[in-house]
């Protein structure tokens, strides 16, 4: 099914409204142009328009992290305790992915 939007899924959906960013392990989600987001147990988002990057994860600074949907993860080492927990053997000179997206104001 070429057309399905495929589910990015969250550890800790926590979102503000606005722009939001996820930082994932590798490059598949470089690229993927909509996704939806389960935001509570059984709840999934409209699909959402991405924007990706790849960078080296030693490269980012608190100021690319600024939109992180996480306040745990707004830090590099925050980021990267954060990574460590939930990708085991992630190391620091890995390529990630910035997601970004834009999330609705609420109701």
Same mark, same amino acid.
């Given at each position: 099914m070429p057309d399905a939007v495929p589910l990015l899924g969250f550890a800790t959906p926590l979102f503000h409204?606005?722009?939001?960013?996820?930082?994932?392990?590798? #490059?598949?989600?470089?690229g993927v142009p909509r996704a939806c987001i389960e935001y509570a147990p059984g709840q999934l988002s409209a699909p959402l328009e991405l924007r990706?990057? @790849?960078?080296?994860?030693?490269?980012?600074?608190?100021?690319? @992290?600024?939109?992180?949907h996480d306040p745990a993860c707004r830090t590099p080492p925050g980021l990267l305790? $954060?990574? #460590? #927990?939930?990708?085991?053997?992630?190391? #620091?000179d890995e390529? $990630?992915? @910035?997601?970004?997206?834009q999330w609705p104001a609420s109701g």
């Open positions: 409204t606005g722009r939001n960013t996820s930082v994932r392990r590798g #490059q598949r989600w470089h990706t990057e @790849l960078r080296r994860f030693d490269t980012l600074t608190a100021a690319d @992290l600024a939109d992180e305790a $954060v990574m #460590q #927990q939930l990708y085991p053997g992630f190391e #620091q390529t $990630v992915t @910035l997601v970004h997206f």
